[in-house]
């Protein structure tokens, strides 16, 4: 069965930090670009950030620039996100996707494989 786990979720204090990983399961995604999203409460999915196959490249969501940074392990086959500066308006479930297309991708229709989600929640 092929699945994508994320972890590293949890509760912290405005301005803090959070690293969520995910990992494949049943194939790795070498050659996918892979992506993070998020969804809070009430709202639709939101792009987050996107990194390349081969990690020569990165996309980010206007509203995590120069806060978030994604990264992938090729040892591993292991995406990350590191985020810094957390605000409350980042508190929501934060969903690893794999996507076969050839341009990062930047919307939901876009992904073809997704993780389960790991909350994240920022206290004020």
């Known amino acids: 069965q092929v699945r994508l786990v994320e972890s590293g979720g949890g509760s912290v204090q405005a301005g803090g930090s959070l690293r969520l990983s995910c990992a494949p399961s049943?194939?790795?995604?070498?050659?996918?670009?892979m992506g993070w999203l998020r969804q809070a409460p009430g709202k639709g999915r939101e792009f987050v950030a996107a990194?390349?196959?081969?990690?020569?490249?990165?996309s980010y969501g206007d509203s995590v620039k120069g806060r978030f940074t994604i990264s992938r392990d090729a040892a591993n086959y292991t995406l990350y996100l590191e985020m810094n500066s957390l605000k409350p308006e980042d508190t929501a479930m934060y969903y690893c996707?794999?996507?076969?297309?050839?341009?990062?991708?930047?919307?939901?229709?876009?992904?073809?494989?997704w993780g389960q989600g790991t909350q994240v929640t920022v206290a004020s």
């Open positions: 996707a794999a996507s076969p297309g050839a341009l990062l991708a930047t919307t939901p229709g876009e992904y073809r494989y």
């Open positions: 990194i390349r196959w081969n990690g020569a490249s990165t």
């Open positions: 049943g194939r790795t995604f070498a050659s996918y670009n």
